[in-house]
């Protein structure tokens, strides 16, 4: 503002000599047009001597001359004849650069000792012919837009342009232009920015073959972007900006590790040399007295204004701010909030860009900037607290997961919702196109989770292995005695099988698990557990609610299971009176924790939630191949699952991804369920639309929830029977399952009861009471299965350790306890190792061996 | 709805809730007509039933125990002021509230009042005291079935053992008050009520 004001004042002084000075202008313009090389080559002379001073008069000229040709137009356009002025400007303006081109060759042929003056003549050249051209587009409005995309730098940008134009020509619409073309300038470079993220985005979909050229295309395409915008004098910095943000969810996922690791350092690099250039040059062009001209005044007055009018912004916003914040922003905040800011290298860097010719003031501008910058980089009086990275305990973890959940039945409750509507909105259509457009198919279907085991993984292996490098090797000798698996026994086993998960790094990692007395990572491994395992509330996880797609995904699994338990628990809990229920459900997680079967069902359960794709997908196929599913699956669940899948995909697909998966070739595909559940969940996902109505889904969408709440509802008052054995339990509940998936049926028109009941059986959790709930529908074919289930589970052990055909197979379950956990869980592990990690099919022998110990 | 409901209300009844939980006028009735919408039995009284026809509890691991914490031991209704009184535990608490009430009775949204709240969730007996199966439960609410028994029960020894100063093996209010003494509760157990 003060700039401008100053600026304004100097120019009315300009203008009242330039009417004295007009006739002369006149002439002197003719005599330009004439002798424009002449000109060029005086310039240049004189640019060598004296360039100051004649920066100073050729400016002076040119302004005469412009403003002369406004005042010009400005009366032809009263006389009606814009048209016309226009034309004339055109052409004029054509011949000037013309002339000045030449002038500018000319110059060329002179000698070396000119090479600076002459680059400097070009871009001043340069500038002036832009100059009007921009003079003119404030003018008119059709060559607005060629104004704007001179002003590319946003706001910079547009205040420079009023610069050029001068102030005494700024009218009030040209202000409302600033600020529509600043609009434009914005959004337009937004926009070029976003269509090249989507080109990036899908390129790097096919890259992988070439891994080598993945960081090439991510730093081409962003420059490219830049360019782009450039080209149409958008906000390249704009475009190149978004372009990341877009892309990077997608280029992340789809680029190989080492190319992530290449663009980030190189990025890092990149932008450090760029940091420590400017400030050299911060540096250097403070001790360059010729650079700036010192006003004590000015400097002493921005310092204190900016920190005023910053303030003054910062508390006014966040005032109003404030009032929709649940968590106000505090004094302290804005005290930060309005000493940071945008005063380091970039102020420096837009001012030393600014035109001495125009703004003769830059001198004492950069003064002033150069004061500023180093007066908020050196005084950081400002005690901000230091971020406490302070690691919750398990306490909180826990207590506040359940504070989120409490808070979002509580909102449920109040009935506020939709603070997220939009950003659902575009979740889902993320998901639903863009993810398939833009990820590499194996990409999107994998469930977050995994990637972020993946990544504690390794870093437990870094930290694990710093913490003692021998560790490794003794742990391994120690390894035949195994006495610390005793401690702490499942956790080591999960932890185990997590790592598998992971990555190769993790099978000695697991070795190392098993040395006894590692305290640090009992306390990792129980925030693993839990950071992966608890339920995530929905204002984190957000849900999207569509009436014909549910996303799959681990939202869906989890959604199934909470919903499952709760309704096993109101189904109990309006069995039993209402005082006595804690006491009952106690008592039947002791039955759960003690029979055997139950645990096997949960066994299967961790498989399958694992990938949670495929729960949905069963439903599809299980109708195609029922007796391939009795013959064999039932394992539990997850084998179930795979089978059903597996049959009606053809091979060739599978394999592919599963090679991509895991070193191990695949063989003989129908003895081996659970490797062949690997590749499924992106396999079945891609092809068909996930026929995913499920308990879930006719739960979730509000209308039918009326309906079908009612149905439960009221199903579950006609139980009055006193507490009975779960059992009974779950007989007397399956008039509501049906009830639901009743609803559920007529939604998807290739859905048939039993597909619906098959899904409930999939889907549901582990439950006691889980195998009567789902079956009494479809009766006696899947009674048939249940019973068969339990006396093929020896025989699907058995059949089950052929498929790793590197690994060592896990010896074989007794018929009789095939239901004991250590056992079970080998074939698990061996699953899970195929499933994710690519490089552990070869180490997988090793891994295994302490498991199954 | 919202011009129903509000004039199912009495401004007399607003002014007691206005004052007992510290709810706006508007904040009042718009929360009144969804205490109505959700109210199928239309008899002013919230049942169990009511609540467990709101879809997206029955997706949320906790939701049943919610629902329980806005019934009063042994009531089987819950009515609009009930309603509101368990609501008041989330208002976020406001800058001149916090001066404001220190000499008056604590107000229903204080810190302590929010904690206690959660607290009352998991300790399902009321003895003030959260045992360890009281914690098992609702460990085995919050987490999915990815972790076995005898996990959950190590996550749940190590909880207690974290947060047990008397060594009773059980977590006392002031024990769980002290566990989250640096957890910002006031933040994480408030919602942001509509005005």
């Known amino acids: 503002m003060r700039r401008e004001s100053r600026k304004r004042g100097g120019r009315k002084r300009e203008r009242k000599r330039k009417k004295y000075v007009r006739r002369e202008e006149e002439r002197q313009r003719e005599r330009e047009r004439g002798k424009e090389r002449e000109r060029g080559k005086e310039r240049d002379r004189e640019r060598k001597g004296e360039r100051r001073g004649e920066r100073e008069t050729g400016e002076r000229r040119r302004e005469r001359r412009e403003e002369e040709r406004k005042k010009e137009e400005e009366e032809e356009r009263e006389k009606g004849e814009k048209e016309r002025a226009k034309e004339r400007e055109k052409k004029r303006e054509k011949k000037r650069e013309e002339e000045r081109r030449e002038g500018e060759k000319n110059g060329r042929r002179e000698g070396e000792e000119r090479q600076k003056a002459r680059e400097k003549g070009k871009i001043e050249n340069r500038e002036g012919w832009r100059e009007r051209r921009k003079r003119q587009g404030e003018k008119e409005s059709e060559t607005e837009r060629e104004g704007e995309r001179e002003r590319k730098r946003g706001l910079y940008k547009v205040y420079i342009s009023f610069v050029e134009v001068g102030p005494a020509n700024v009218q009030t619409a040209d202000y409302f232009k600033g600020v529509a073309s600043f609009l434009i300038v914005s959004v337009g470079g937004t926009l070029v920015g976003l269509v090249f993220a989507v080109i990036l985005g899908f390129i790097t979909r096919f890259t992988k073959k070439v891994r080598i050229i993945e960081p090439l295309f991510v730093f081409l395409l962003v420059y490219l972007a830049y360019l782009t915008a450039e080209l149409f004098s958008l906000s390249a910095i704009l475009s190149m900006t978004f372009c990341g943000i877009g892309a990077n969810k997608y280029v992340e996922a789809n680029i190989s590790q080492k190319s992530r690791t290449t663009v980030k350092y190189t990025m890092k690099t990149l932008a450090s040399i760029a940091e420590t250039i400017i400030f050299i040059f911060l540096g250097i062009s403070a001790v360059d007295k010729s650079k700036w001209a010192w006003d004590t005044g000015l400097v002493s007055c921005t310092l204190v204004f900016i920190l005023i009018f910053r303030a003054v912004g910062v508390v006014g916003q966040t005032w109003v701010l404030n009032r929709f914040r649940l968590v106000p922003l505090d004094k302290i905040d804005q005290v930060v909030m309005s000493y940071g800011g945008l005063r380091g290298a970039v102020a420096f860097a837009l001012v030393v860009l600014l035109d001495g010719k125009q703004v003769r003031a830059k001198d004492y501008f950069v003064a002033t900037t150069i004061v500023v910058v180093f007066f908020t980089v050196m005084f950081q009086w400002l005690k901000v607290p230091r971020s406490t990275s302070r690691k919750p305990t398990i306490n909180e973890e826990i207590h506040e997961r359940a504070f989120d959940h409490i808070l979002t039945a509580v909102e449920d409750i109040a009935g506020l919702q939709g603070y997220h509507h939009w950003r659902d909105k575009w979740e889902q259509f993320d998901k639903n196109y863009l993810s398939k457009l833009l990820l590499r198919k194996s990409v999107y279907r994998k469930s977050e989770l995994w990637e972020a085991y993946q990544k504690i993984n390794i870093r437990d292996a870094i930290s694990v292995i710093d913490q003692g490098g021998n560790v490794l090797t003794s742990a391994r000798l120690s390894l035949p005695s195994m006495a610390s698996r005793a401690s702490f026994p499942e956790f080591t086993n999960v932890t185990n099988y997590l790592r598998e998960n992971g990555s190769g790094v993790c099978l000695d990692l697991q070795v190392i698990d098993n040395v006894p007395g590692a305290k640090v990572e009992e306390d990792m491994e129980t925030h693993h557990v839990l950071a992966g395992n608890l339920y995530k509330p929905r204002r984190r996880y957000q849900s999207h609610y569509s009436r014909h797609f549910m996303p799959l995904g681990e939202k869906e699994r989890q959604d199934r299971e909470v919903f499952q338990r709760n309704m096993k628990y109101r189904m109990e809990s309006s069995k039993s009176t209402r005082h006595k229920r804690h006491k009952k459900e106690r008592s039947i997680k002791k039955r759960r924790g003690s029979d055997p079967k139950e645990e096997s069902a949960e066994k299967p359960r961790r498989n399958v939630s694992w990938h949670d794709k495929e729960p949905v997908l069963v439903p599809v196929d299980s109708e195609d191949d029922k007796a391939e599913h009795s013959e064999k699956e039932d394992d539990e669940g997850i084998t179930f699952v795979a089978r059903k899948i597996e049959t009606p995909k053809p091979r060739p697909k599978s394999v592919p991804s599963a090679v991509e998966g895991s070193s191990s070739p695949l063989a003989s595909p129908p003895s081996r369920p659970p490797s062949v559940d690997v590749p499924l969940p992106w396999k079945g996902g891609v092809g068909s639309p996930p026929p995913c109505v499920s308990v879930e889904a006719t739960k979730i969408i509000p209308v039918d929830l009326q309906q079908a709440w009612n149905q439960s509802i009221s199903s579950l008052e006609s139980i009055s029977s006193p507490p009975a054995p779960p059992t009974a339990a779950a007989d007397a509940v399956h008039p509501r399952v049906s009830a639901l998936s009743r609803i559920g049926t007529p939604r998807p028109a290739s859905y048939t009861p039993s597909s619906t009941s098959s899904a409930f059986f999939t889907t549901s959790s582990t439950q006691l009471v889980h195998g009567s709930f789902l079956f009494p529908e479809k009766s006696p074919k899947e009674e048939e299965e249940e019973e068969s289930f339990h006396e093929l589970q020896p025989l699907m052990s058995t059949l089950k350790p052929p498929p790793p055909p590197a690994a060592v197979p896990p010896p074989p379950p007794p018929p009789g306890s095939a239901h004991s956990q250590a056992r079970r869980k080998n074939p698990r592990v061996f699953l899970r190792s195929l499933v994710s990690a690519p490089p552990a099919g070869s180490t997988e022998p090793r891994s295994r061996g302490p498991t199954q110990l | ?195």
């Open chain 2, 1 to 195: 709805m919202g011009s129903r409901a509000s004039t199912l209300l009495r401004e007399e009844e607003i002014e007691e809730i206005k004052k007992e939980t510290g709810f706006s006028h508007s904040q009042i009735t718009r929360l009144y007509s969804r205490f109505t919408s959700l109210d199928k039995g239309e008899n002013g009284t919230l049942s169990r039933e009511d609540f467990q026809r709101i879809p997206e509890l029955a997706i949320n691991p906790l939701g049943d125990r919610i629902i329980n914490a806005f019934f009063t031991e042994g009531e089987d209704q819950v009515n609009f002021r009930g309603f509101m009184r368990t609501l008041a535990h989330f208002r976020p608490i406001e800058d001149n509230e916090k001066n404001k009430n220190a000499a008056s009775t604590e107000p229903l949204n204080s810190r302590a009042n929010k904690l206690l709240f959660a607290f009352q969730l998991y300790d399902l007996d009321r003895d003030d005291k959260i045992s360890r199966d009281e914690l098992l439960q609702v460990l085995r609410m919050m987490v999915g079935v990815n972790i076995s028994d005898e996990q959950l029960g190590s996550i749940a020894d190590r909880t207690i053992q974290e947060a047990d100063t008397n060594g009773d093996n059980s977590i006392s209010f002031s024990e769980f008050t002290k566990v989250l003494e640096k957890v910002d509760v006031e933040q994480k157990m408030s919602i942001r009520f509509l005005h």
